[in-house]
């Protein structure tokens, strides 16, 4: 048979469950407060590394658009820099031709060495047309001097060939007095006129010995595969 608590057992009991709740709840409070803390920090590395991940993505794309701008520019550099040097080297080489050009007529004033200079373009204008008769047109001045290497070309021609030519002197188209010298041979009932003045020769010496020049003058391209 149960007997009723006094007050003060009453009162004990109250207190008991009161301290009992009062620390359920500071447990409470701290899990609370420890998850909360948790929760924080896992947000907190999260926006961190967020924040880290942009910057580093930002770095990144600035350091590529820097790297790309030093590139265009170096590149940009580069070919100024090459156009530049190739400038120079076209003017060095048209100053060459020019002033080669300028020397030409200096070839002419020794006269044996010039009728010797006649008889060779005389020579080769044969060789390439190998026709029994052609004609020779040269400067007015220099008809003697032509005349005489003519017969020495006709002589040689006969050693080389076995076989004799006609050559005349076709005075009347001659080459224009301004001519530096040489010759023009002319065959086939003059369709066929193999220029060789001074004049013509060095433009032929411009195109063909060009890459020969520029090796000679600026050294090997070790960036060119392919040659003239």
Do not use: W
């Amino acid at each position: 048979m149960s007997h009723a608590m006094s007050d003060d057992q009453v009162a004990g009991e109250l207190k008991k469950m009161t301290m009992f709740i009062r620390q359920e709840a500071l447990e409470k409070a701290k899990e609370i407060h420890i998850k909360a803390d948790e929760e924080f920090a896992i947000e907190k590395s999260k926006l961190v590394r967020q924040e880290t991940s942009s910057i580093d993505s930002q770095y990144e794309k600035r350091f590529k658009q820097a790297s790309m701008s030093q590139q265009i520019t170096r590149s940009t550099l580069a070919n100024k820099t090459r156009l530049k040097v190739l400038s120079a080297r076209q003017e060095l080489l048209d100053d060459l031709f020019e002033k080669a050009r300028g020397q030409l007529k200096s070839y002419s004033e020794d006269k044996s060495k010039y009728q010797e200079i006649c008889k060779n373009l005389i020579l080769e204008g044969l060789y390439a047309l190998n026709e029994d008769k052609v004609a020779v047109r040269a400067r007015k001045e220099d008809y003697d001097v032509v005349k005489k290497a003519i017969e020495d070309a006709k002589k040689e021609y006969k050693e080389k060939i076995s076989k004799d030519i006609e050559i005349v002197l076709d005075e009347k188209n001659p080459q224009p007095e301004a001519s530096a010298g040489g010759v023009s041979i002319v065959g086939t009932g003059g369709r066929i006129d193999i220029n060789n003045t001074f004049e013509e020769r060095l433009k032929l010496l411009e195109t063909d010995a060009l890459p020969m020049v520029r090796v000679s003058l600026f050294g090997k391209n070790e960036n060119r595969k392919f040659y003239d």
